[in-house]
């Protein structure tokens, strides 16, 4: 369970959240939605404690991760997974080395059983064979395939999206979705996907939540949210340049 | 000015404060031995095997150049047999450790902190982060480590190299006679000057790897930020070797009882 208090964040004399309250419970799947540059993923990277609020507090499962420092904040991350908006593999390693990257220092695994999760992990990104390969040998897609592999090795309670079909084309963004589903779905991970592709957010979220003028503007079930006769919402959904287009 | 000054005086204690946090980080990850033996390994082949072609050719030609001053002006007062006292005493105590820090700041501090921005900027030290992995202990330890032992070895070698490169040239260009040559730097270069140089090296080691990896953690972002970072850490390191040089002679001068 992941629970927002108050969330602040500026960068400089820039707000980019303020006041943000929100509760996902466990084995929810959420899209987060809004404006590119509206602190999306900052508020992402907030929750996994890879930046610090300047006020309130983020709760995962009824523990504040505000206080704590760095190395602390490691058994907190061991329970997430997050895919990274770039992929963010690791460009000196091959593809087996990056998705077994968590495993590198524990002792009790052996190579033979590392190698088989692996296969295991790319298997189910649809990405069997690709131990060897370099992250520069691979497209964008397989990058964030691989990405995810490296997320879902170790079977992380939470699964943390950033943006994961931008930069692809609709045909790999729709393979993304099935694959976000099918993880959500077998793993039975809380799953939380900060996306501004709507066709993406109403597929892979059970709700949907949007951030508005630093602010979460609303949240509801994607049928709720897509029929919604809100103008600001309905501006974001249909994709509106100026709000006075909009028919509702 | 005062409010340019303030706010100058603020970066630089702020920037001197944030590296203090990262060597307390450093040695709190020492003392948990969260070292991966094979990434020091490899940082041992990249900071001191890697650097060694550019080491030996600074410290031959160092070598010689200093025979050769050297040997100009003793002649004039025909001391011309203490002229590879003079070059290893120099070699051992300043030149040697001196010369190879600034050279594997060159080499070395850049591509530290190239390497670490890159990752910053492309947000591999954030996956990193969410693989529950101390970027301390697993990019900047390492390197720690690995340039505090490659810096007194190279250091070595260019001593080495600097006095052989030297004795030939005083013997074999300069014709000064190899036997009083020979025994005049072994009565005057002694164990104490070898240590102050091993020592004087070990630090420079820290110091490289240190601002290297403090400059890539903190790159600004892009391109920009990566060529920044990556110019600063061989800027900073060099005048903080040249600087701490001075009073680590004087401060190794006053222990071993030269001051």
Sequence with gaps: MIEV???????????VLEAVNFRIESGESVAIIGRSGGGKSVLLKHLVGLLQPDAGEVLVDGENIGPLNERQLLRVRRKFGMVFQGAALFDSMTVAENVAFAFRNQKHQTAGEIARRVAAALEMVDLPGTQNKKPAELSGGM?????????????PE???????????????????????????DQLKVTSIVVTHDMRSARRVGNRVMMLHQRKMYASAAPEEFFTSTDPVVRQFVDGVADIKEIVI | MNVFLNQRARYVLSELGQIALLARDIFVSALT???????????IYSIGVKSQSV?????????MVLGAQTYFQFHKVKMDTATLAVVSVSLCDELGPVLTALMVAGRVGASIAAEIGTMRVTEQIDALRTLATHPVDYLVLPRMLAAHVALPLLAVECIVVGIGASYMVCTQILGIEPVYL???MLRY????????????AFIFGGIIALIGCYKGLTCGLGAEGVGH??????????????????????????LVGLL
Excluded at chain 1, 143 to 155: C, P, S, T
Excluded at chain 2, 33 to 43: A, G, H, L, N, S
Excluded at chain 2, 189 to 200: A, C, M, N, S
């Design chain 2, 182 to 184: 020979w025994e005049n």
């Design chain 1, 5 to 15: 208090r108050n969330l602040a964040k500026s960068f400089g004399a820039h707000p």
């Design chain 2, 189 to 200: 270069t002694h164990d104490v000057d070898i240590f102050i140089g091993l020592v004087k």
């Design chain 2, 229 to 254: 970072a990556t110019t600063e850490a061989v800027v900073f390191a060099s005048i903080t070797i040249l600087i701490s040089n001075f009073f680590l002679t004087l401060v190794m001068g006053k």
């Design chain 1, 143 to 155: 990058r964030k395939r691989v990405g995810l592999a490296r997320a879902i090795i170790y079977e």
């Design chain 1, 158 to 184: 939470i699964l943390l999206y950033d943006e994961p079909t931008t930069g692809l084309d609709p045909i790999v963004s729709d393979s993304i979705d099935k694959l976000i589903i099918r993880v959500r």
């Design chain 2, 55 to 63: 080491v030996l050719v600074t410290g031959a030609f160092t070598g």
């Design chain 2, 33 to 43: 031995f969260k070292v991966v033996w094979r990434d020091f390994v490899y940082q």
